[in-house]
Nanobody
Framework: QVQLQESGPGLVKPSQTLSLTCTVSGGSITANSYYWSWIRQPPGKGLEWIGYIAYSGSTYYSPSLKSRTSISRDTSRTQFTLQLSSVTPEDTAVYYC????????????WGQGTQVTVSS
């Protein structure tokens, strides 16, 4: 059974960089057929896809967030990390990591989510 767990600070100050880690257990982040994604949900709004890192290590980001986003990985720890720079209160959201099964383009496993608030 694959499990994903987000971790990181719950409070970030404006203009700083938000950094979250997703730890994966029960699976390899280098296995074929999977992308490893970050998604967020601002209060009162729908889900917003942020980006992913593929099994190969290549990355792809939402065009609206691309200039501020970086996703990396540590294969030895089966972790992947989100960094979002120059945050504003509009980046306040519940942040999720999730696995995408490429053949059917489905988010098949999700973390429980972590609340991040951007405030001074």
């Amino acid at each position: 059974q694959v499990q994903l767990q987000e971790s990181g600070p719950g409070l970030v100050k404006p203009s700083q960089t938000l950094s979250l880690t997703c730890t994966v257990s029960g699976g390899s982040i280098t296995a074929n057929s999977y992308y490893w994604s970050w998604i967020r949900q601002p209060p009162g709004k729908g889900l917003e896809w942020i980006g992913y890192i593929a099994y190969s290590g290549s990355t792809y980001y939402s065009p609206s967030l691309k200039s501020r986003t970086s996703i990396s990985r540590d294969t030895s720890r089966t972790q992947f990390t989100l960094q979002l720079s120059s945050v504003t209160p509009e980046d306040t959201a519940v942040y999720y990591c999730a696995r995408v099964w490429i053949p059917v383009v489905t988010f098949d496993y999700w973390g429980q989510g972590t609340q991040v608030t951007v405030s001074s």
